[in-house]
Every structure is written in structure tokens, then in C-alpha cells.
């Protein structure tokens, strides 16, 4: 690993999030919402540390990336705008104190959307708009994002997007990665754009639709409401997120293919048919167990269980009712939800579909071989083979995303925590999800959580975004050796 070319790039990245501060500061001047000061100092701060950086480093420009340095790049990135991100939320006194900001920050970009605040509509507007920037920067990656504005990285780019896309198998539209880069903002930017405009054709105003679709697209869910979603209660809007959940849990290389005029690609991918079939049977299982139950109206029922399943299989985390009341099977669909999340290449958490479906297609291909042991056969996706390396990462991914599941929820149940509240918190940040049950169910929040219990669910929160192996590879000492 070269010091110098990581922290050249981390100093650009700084910059960026730094100058990206501008559109709050705008929106607090817009609202005369007292928090300005608080905004223009924090993007001084962050410019000023991001270009120092930058600076500094300037002798190695030019530098060829390996892949040691993306790795150490994309880990060491993503901690950093946790911390620049924290800024603004400490010194407009919105977040005193560093753990809760930090965990805010990290929680946006991540695109978890766990929060520890209690009161969200009290907060000035300019801080609201920052919140809700950093989880969609942080929802088609950050590093994504600089890939697409920094052409100079060259070759070396590749090194960042394999280390950063969110996707067991790197899907480039583009023979330059840097062009796959912008293509696939310039779609999250279209679909983004509309979904402003079909919320503000509701009855929210242009800035809860902003907000609103800032929170949509990355599957982040923060929201400018201490009720989420529910506060509207309008169908019409429930409706439209819901649509747009689930097109951020699709793979988005399929969105620009669809653009392109392939109007059947949701069809004709055999994960996008899995992930569309799982939301659609989870849906109907919901629904008729709220049913009578939970809902007198059939009509609620379905409105009610179509929005929490794509809310969490997406990874979301919007909320329109208190599924904690509701059936212990409905209860265990949405936990099933978690765990398997969006599909690959979205901008969803979890498991993803392909991951999953690879794994059934291999434990029925052994099954297979006990009974015709000496048939030679492959596991196929979408009439292609797949890599037998790429089965092996995805099984050692599988063991690893459990065994830390399972370590991290004895730690928090050690703090204190009952085991629904210890699991559900786990799963709801290393999934990427936000709300799970217990004290972090849907109509709480994560303050209540000890000191330590929110530092081991910021980390989880950073393993699940970057999906462990890249945050691992850092701890072992193999990486280190030259």
C-alpha cells in the first residue's frame, strides 16, 4: 500500500463532501433557519482539510493504483466521511455529542438510516438537507461518484470499483470504468428526478420531496419526519415510494438497459424475476396474516404490508405502521427480509438475491454429485457458468456475514439488551435497513442504545456497506507485508 496516493485520494474525497456542503448552506439561507454559521464553518473546515491533504500529497500525483490501495481507499474513505460528516451536526449543537454525530454520519452514508434522534422536525432545515445528502452520496458510493469525476485515476480506477460496488460480480456498462461510473449516476440522477417530481405532485412540499427521494433511491430512509412516512398518511404517496424502493433494489445496470430501450430486462433477468417473485409472496403472506388481525380493510392490509416488505427487503427503511404489533409471522417475514435484502448492483443492502440464489443453485448442484457422483456439472446463472472462485467467495462471505451476526449480537446483549432488540439492531445495521425491534423498532430510535453498543453497530454499519471482505482484508496481516 502506498500512504501517500490513499491519502491524496481520501484529501480529494474530503474536498468533494466539503463543496457538497454548499447546497445546505443554500437551503439554511433559503429558510433563515439559524443554522448557516454552523454550515459555512463546517464546509471551511472540511475544504480546508480536504485541500491540505490534497496538497501535501501532491508529489505523488500520477500514481498507479493497485489493488491494495483501493481497498485501503474505499475502507479508510468511508470512515473519513463519517467523521467530515459529523461536522456540521456538532457545530450547529444539532448532535453534541461525537459518538451519536458520528453515528448519524456514518449511518447516511452507509445508507442504513439508524438514527438516534428523538425529535427530527425540530431540526433546522439547511441541517435536515445535509442529513439527507449524505445518504444519497453515499447511496451509488462515494467513491463511485469520484471515479466518474476524476478521469486521471486511469486504470487505477477499477481498483476502487471492484473494491467498492456493492456486488458479487462487477457489471461494467462501459469498456472505461470511469464512464460505467457516470453512467450510473446520470440514471441515479434521472430516477432521482422524477421521483421529486411525482412526490411533489402529492402533498408534500418541494422540500420534503427532495428529502424524501434523497432517502428513496439510496434505500437510506431518513426522513424530515419523526413519523416517517405514516405522517402523510396519503396512499398516493405511499404508492410512489414504494414504486421507487423497489427500482433502488433493482439492479441498476438493468434501469440503463431499460432506458436503452429493452423494455422486458426486468423480465428476462433471472435475478430481477427471483427478487420481483420474493417481494410479491412475502406481500400476499403479510397480508393475509394482518388481515382481520390487524387491519379490518383487505385493502389497508395489502396498502400497509406491499410498503414495509419493500421498505426492508430493500433495505430502506421507511415506515407506515408499527410492525411490531403485529403477528409473530409477519414479524419473521420481515426478519427474513432483512437477511436477504435487494439485488446485486442496486443500491440496497443484505444477503442480495443473487447471493442467495447462487447458494441454492450450489447446495442442489452437491446434492446432485452424492447421487451421481461422477456427473460433471455446473452452476449456471441466467444460462452462463459461474466461476467456481466466485461460488467460494460467496460461501466464505455467507460464513463470515453470520459468524460477525452472531458475535456482534452476544456483545449487545451483553450490554444489556434483550435478545430481539440485540439481534434486530444487528440486522437492521449490517444489513443496512435502520429500523428493526424491541427499543430500535419503528417507532424508536437508536439513543437508547449504550455507548458501546452504538460503536459496535457503526462498525457493523461499515461492514455491511462495504460487504466485510474489503473492511477484513485490512486486519490481516498479509496486507501489511511488502
Not at 39 to 65: P, R, Y
Request: net charge positive; with cysteine.
Amino acid at each position: 500500500m502506498n500512504p501517500q496516493t490513499v491519502l491524496r485520494f481520501i484529501g480529494i474525497l474530503i474536498l468533494f463532501l466539503g463543496l457538497s456542503m454548499a447546497a445546505p448552506l443554500i437551503v439554511s439561507f433559503i429558510y433563515h433557519d439559524g443554522s448557516s454559521g454552523a454550515l459555512f464553518n463546517s464546509m471551511l473546515i472540511t475544504c480546508g482539510i480536504g485541500l491540505l491533504t490534497f496538497l501535501v500529497t501532491k508529489k505523488n500525483k500520477g500514481a498507479h493504483l493497485n489493488h491494495r490501495d483501493g481497498v485501503a481507499i474505499v475502507t479508510f474513505g468511508w470512515m473519513a466521511a463519517g467523521l467530515v460528516g459529523a461536522i456540521p451536526f456538532l457545530m450547529s449543537g444539532a448532535i453534541p455529542d461525537f459518538s451519536n454525530a458520528y453515528f448519524e454520519s456514518l449511518s447516511g452514508f452507509t445508507t442504513t438510516g439508524a438514527s438516534i434522534l428523538d425529535n427530527i422536525e425540530g431540526l433546522p432545515e439547511g441541517i435536515l438537507m445535509w442529513r439527507s445528502i449524505t445518504q444519497w452520496v453515499g447511496g451509488m458510493g462515494i467513491i463511485v461518484l469520484s471515479i466518474a469525476i476524476l478521469p486521471f485515476l486511469g486504470i487505477g480506477g477499477m481498483q476502487l470499483y471492484k473494491a467498492e460496488i456493492p456486488s458479487p460480480v462487477v457489471d461494467k456498462l462501459k469498456p472505461r470504468i470511469s464512464d460505467t461510473a457516470k453512467t450510473l449516476w446520470k440514471v441515479y440522477i434521472l430516477i432521482t428526478a422524477v421521483e421529486v417530481l411525482l412526490l411533489s405532485l402529492g402533498n408534500m412540499s418541494l422540500f420534503e420531496a427532495i428529502n424524501h427521494a434523497f432517502g428513496t433511491l439510496p434505500t437510506g430512509g431518513f426522513s424530515t419526519k419523526n413519523a416517517s412516512i405514516a405522517y402523510y398518511d396519503s396512499s398516493y404517496l405511499d404508492g410512489i415510494i414504494i414504486v421507487f424502493m423497489l427500482l433502488a433494489g433493482i439492479n441498476f445496470s438493468l434501469h440503463y438497459r431499460l432506458l436503452r430501450g429493452d423494455l422486458l430486462i426486468f423480465g428476462k433477468d433471472p435475478e430481477c424475476r427471483v427478487f420481483l417473485i420474493m417481494v410479491a409472496l412475502f406481500i400476499v403472506l403479510i397480508s393475509f396474516n394482518i388481515h382481520g388481525s390487524v387491519y379490518e380493510s383487505l385493502s389497508k392490509s395489502i396498502q400497509y404490508a406491499t410498503f414495509q416488505v419493500s421498505s426492508i427487503i430493500t433495505t430502506t427503511g421507511f415506515v407506515t405502521a408499527d410492525y411490531e404489533q403485529w403477528p409473530s409471522l409477519s414479524k419473521n417475514i420481515l426478519m427474513l427480509c432483512m437477511f436477504l435484502g435487494a439485488m446485486a448492483g442496486s443500491t440496497g443492502g443484505g444477503m442480495k438475491t443473487m447471493r442467495i440464489m447462487l447458494l441454492a443453485k450450489h447446495a442442489r448442484q452437491e446434492m446432485f454429485r452424492i447421487v451421481h457422483p461422477h456427473a460433471i456439472t455446473t452452476v449456471k446463472l441466467g444460462g452462463k457458468a459461474v466461476p467456481q472462485e466466485v461460488l467460494s467467495s460467496i460461501w466464505g462471505f455467507f460464513i463470515l456475514y453470520l459468524a460477525i451476526f452472531v458475535a456482534s449480537a452476544m456483545i449487545m446483549a451483553s450490554l444489556g439488551l434483550d435478545m430481539i432488540s440485540a439481534f434486530s439492531s444487528v440486522a437492521a445495521c449490517i444489513f443496512n435497513i435502520g429500523p428493526g425491534l424491541g427499543i430500535v423498532g419503528p417507532v424508536n430510535n437508536y439513543l437508547a442504545v449504550p455507548l458501546l453498543g452504538k460503536w459496535v453497530l457503526t462498525f457493523c454499519m461499515l461492514l455491511g456497506r462495504l460487504e466485510i471482505y474489503t473492511v477484513f482484508v485490512l486486519l490481516m496481516p498479509a496486507y501489511w507485508r511488502k
